[in-house]
């Protein structure tokens, strides 16, 4: 074949095949028509729906009592699908109804209908209240479609704001128990099937699949409104009246570890955290260290005496008030001379402390201080706690060991602190400090509850015992007696650390402290009061004590127990029967005495009544008429509850 031909040949075949491609493109497409018209049409479908998460509600944090600490706001967003059948019928209604609820007019929300991007969705309104949500789900009109939007609130402010912390704008958990328990309260979101056009904006889906939120767990907190509002206060009056920079404060159950109440100085208001500086929005208890003064001479105490080093009753000379060791001066606020082991505790004798001390095996001193809880964190429920600095023996320099039995070359946090005290309170048990008492779901059921947790024996029982006097003695004679409390036996430890300023340790700058429990014989409370650079650098007997007595009775009250140390019942013992004279309400002080008077005889309504009107929450046993009070007439009138009983 000519190459002419061959040519011609080979344009003849690849005409003849571009002539069949389009034949075969159209019977590809009839096949298609033909035979995958509803599978295609469903993946068009699928393609263009979409889902939307509804949110869950969170969980509450409520006190001991059930009071809600924070709570939720919910609030509602209204749109229509206008495509619906039935909504055009009920529109004019619907809008003019819409308008008297809203305060706004029928006429906009047409325009909005009418001026819509999306033929299926517009959206007509924000933010609604539960009750306009309520009134418009009543007109049960076809389209509408109503989203919940909850935000956080925070009902009693700042109270107990550093303990519950706050959510952020998307509802997540920031600071607090809020971080802490995120997970617990966020609960599961639902979703929603919509669909979305070209552009990309939802329109309803009628009848699409819609899986409902499940709402957020309950937490129960073991602190007490009441008590850790009383703490706040008197802890703001302290830092106040002392010029003090900052304040933090911390009671704990001794027996359990739960804490009571957990407060700080300066504070922020949960609900506009943004407005607070960081330094107010930190929880100091947890996450400041500092170095505590004489507050950790219980640790050279509970060591000398269970290594039988010292008894307290064995005397320690402390001569002018100040002793050289190992090259460097130590010196007392003043001078003791001889003084038994339990003065030294009571005066806070920084030479007999020192003396005693150093008589220690290093290893020994140590270990008791790792023992005590001050080389670890407390393990709280609670976000950004801080171990403790505590030095191996190894690292120690020729004065450490004398140093650390005054407090000094040592870093505690103030919970590691209460922890220590607390084990002396409760005979030598270092207890797991939380703030989470019970989980609970929506119905109110109990889901989980915080069991007690003992970490480890600190030292023997006998031990506690036998220092609780010495550190009782600090109360009542010794460095600590503004924290004294008329008919209530506290024991304590006053602490007044130096700060560092340029390298140097200054006298003007110290940070102040006074930790104690109550009853000393049956301890209930163990509280803990730091103040920061107090005006003058003045010591914890005198700012921080006084703080600890205040708040110790105010809460005194509200424990039946201590009220019922506080004012035992006479030894009875009448010559003669006397002559019964019953109180009226008109008898009673009108105003608010200083002491309780008799309530014994009146009916327990006009008791409660009386009570309830000075602010005095009764605890009532039995029915008819009061014949036994707690606190008994003539006692300090209690700040917030009182216990009566009654009988027919």
Do not use: C
């Not at 002018?320 to 005066?347: C, E, L, N, P, R």
């Not at 402390?353 to 290893?363: F, I, N, W």
């Not at 036994?628 to 009988?647: D, I, K, N, S, V």
Request: proline share 7%; net charge neutral; charged share 25%.
């Amino acid at each position: 074949m000519k190459p002419k031909d061959q040519i011609l040949a080979r344009m003849y075949v690849a005409l003849t095949l571009l002539g069949l491609a389009p034949l075969a493109v159209a019977a590809q497409m009839g096949q298609i028509v033909v035979t995958e018209t509803d599978a295609l049409r469903d993946q068009v479908r699928a393609q263009a729906r979409s889902s939307v998460t509804i949110p869950a509600m969170r969980g509450a944090i409520r006190d001991r009592d059930g009071r809600g600490l924070a709570t939720n706001t919910a609030r509602y967003d209204l749109a229509v699908d206008p495509t619906v059948e039935g909504f055009r019928g009920q529109a004019g209604t619907f809008f003019d109804k819409l308008a008297d609820l809203t305060d706004a007019s029928a006429s906009r929300y047409r325009r909005r209908v009418r001026d819509r991007h999306s033929p299926q969705y517009v959206k007509l309104r924000e933010e609604l209240t539960p009750r306009q949500y309520e009134a418009i789900r009543g007109w049960d009109v076809p389209g509408v479609i109503l989203t919940p939007e909850f935000g956080r609130r925070y009902n009693y402010g700042s109270t107990a704001a550093h303990v519950i912390g706050h959510v952020g704008s998307n509802g997540t958990g920031l600071a607090g128990l809020e971080l802490a328990y995120d997970d617990t309260l966020t609960g599961t979101p639902g979703r929603r099937i919509v669909r979305r056009d070209r552009s990309g904006r939802i329109e309803a889906y009628v009848g699409g699949t819609v899986v409902q939120p499940e709402r957020g767990d309950d937490l129960v907190l073991t602190i007490d409104l009441t008590r850790q509002a009383a703490l706040e206060n008197e802890l703001r009056r302290g830092v106040r009246e002392s010029g003090a920079e900052w304040g933090t404060a911390v009671a704990m159950d001794p027996s359990t570890g739960a804490i009571l109440g957990m407060a700080n100085v300066p504070t922020y208001n949960p609900n506009r955290p943004g407005r607070a500086p960081s330094g107010a929005r930190r929880n100091r208890a947890l996450t400041d260290r500092f170095e505590p003064g004489s507050t950790f001479k219980l640790v050279g105490a509970v060591a000398a005496i269970e290594q039988g080093l010292v008894s307290l009753d064995d005397s320690v000379e402390t001569g002018d008030g100040w002793a050289v060791f190992h090259g460097y001066t130590m010196k007392d606020v003043q001078a003791h001379g001889t003084i038994s082991f339990a003065d030294v505790i009571a005066k806070s004798s920084n030479v007999g402390m020192a003396k005693t001390v150093d008589e220690l095996d290093r290893g020994t001193y140590y270990q008791y201080a790792r023992n005590m809880g001050f080389s670890q964190p407390t393990w709280i429920d609670l976000p950004g706690e801080v171990g403790g600095v505590l030095k191996r023996p190894p690292q120690w320099s020729a004065t450490t060991q004398t140093s650390m039995a005054i407090g000094y070359e040592v870093s505690i946090t103030p919970l590691q602190l209460i922890t220590a005290y607390s084990a002396l309170a409760n005979g030598g048990l270092l207890k797991r400090p939380y703030v989470v008492a019970e989980r609970r779901d929506v119905t109110g059921k109990t889901l989980w509850e915080n069991e007690p947790e003992t970490i480890r024996r600190a030292f023997r029982e006998e031990t506690a015992d036998t220092l609780r006097s010495a550190f009782e003695r600090v109360v009542e004679t010794g460095t600590g007696t503004n924290a004294q409390i008329d008919g209530l036996r506290v024991a304590g430890k006053t602490g007044t650390a130096l700060q560092l300023a340029d390298g140097e340790y200054s006298a003007d700058e110290t940070r102040a402290s006074f930790v104690g429990f109550f009853p000393a014989n049956a301890p209930e409370v163990a509280l803990l009061v730091v103040l920061g650079a107090p005006d003058g650098g003045p010591h914890g007997g005198e700012v921080a004590a006084p703080v600890f007595r205040r708040v110790a009775r105010r809460w005194a009250g509200t424990f039946p127990a201590v009220v019922d140390r506080m004012t035992p019942d006479p030894s009875p013992a009448p010559t003669a029967a006397p002559m019964e004279v019953r109180p009226s309400v008109d008898t009673l002080p009108s105003g608010r005495p200083d002491a309780m008077p008799d309530l014994t005889g009146l009916s327990t309504r006009r008791a409660v009544a009386w009570l309830r009107g000075r602010d005095i929450e009764p605890q009532l046993r039995g029915a008819g008429k009061v014949v036994r009070q707690r606190p008994r007439p003539g006692a300090p009138l209690p700040e917030t509850r009182a216990l009566l009983t009654a009988a027919q």
